[in-house]
């Protein structure tokens, strides 16, 4: 069973970057595909970008040129580094490990002032 955790998320500007971390314990992490989602108030969990074991990613249309993801499964580690962030990236981020019915981290808030 694997565990994750996130960290990284803060209050921002417009026009700011952040680099988002999941550390992922116990379980092989490495034969997972990972990725990033988030929730904003009122709204369903959406994917914002997603990586395969073997390095292919995926981005949400909204995210593309802004945001990438990466993994070191050395470091049992994945990252989404998002910049030109805007009033609409605020949401909780969460780190998933296989897929929907897979594992969640707990969320790391992300809100950018306008």
């Known amino acids: 069973q694997v565990q994750l955790v996130e960290s990284g998320g803060g209050l921002v500007q417009a026009g700011d970057s952040l680099r988002l971390s999941c550390a992922a314990s116990?379980?092989?992490?490495?034969?997972?595909?990972v990725g990033w989602y988030r929730q904003a108030p009122g709204k369903h969990r959406e994917m914002v970008a997603t990586?395969?074991?073997?390095?292919?990613?995926n981005y949400a249309d909204f995210v593309k040129g802004r945001f990438t993801i990466s993994r070191d499964n050395g470091k049992k580690m994945v990252y989404l580094q998002m910049n030109n962030l805007n009033s609409e990236d605020t949401a909780v981020y969460y780190c998933?490990?296989?897929?929907?019915?897979?594992?969640w981290g707990q969320g790391t808030q992300v809100t950018v002032s306008s």
């Open positions: 990586i395969t074991n073997s390095g292919r990613t």
């Open positions: 116990r379980g092989a992490f490495s034969i997972y595909a």
């Open positions: 998933n490990a296989a897929g929907g019915n897979g594992y």
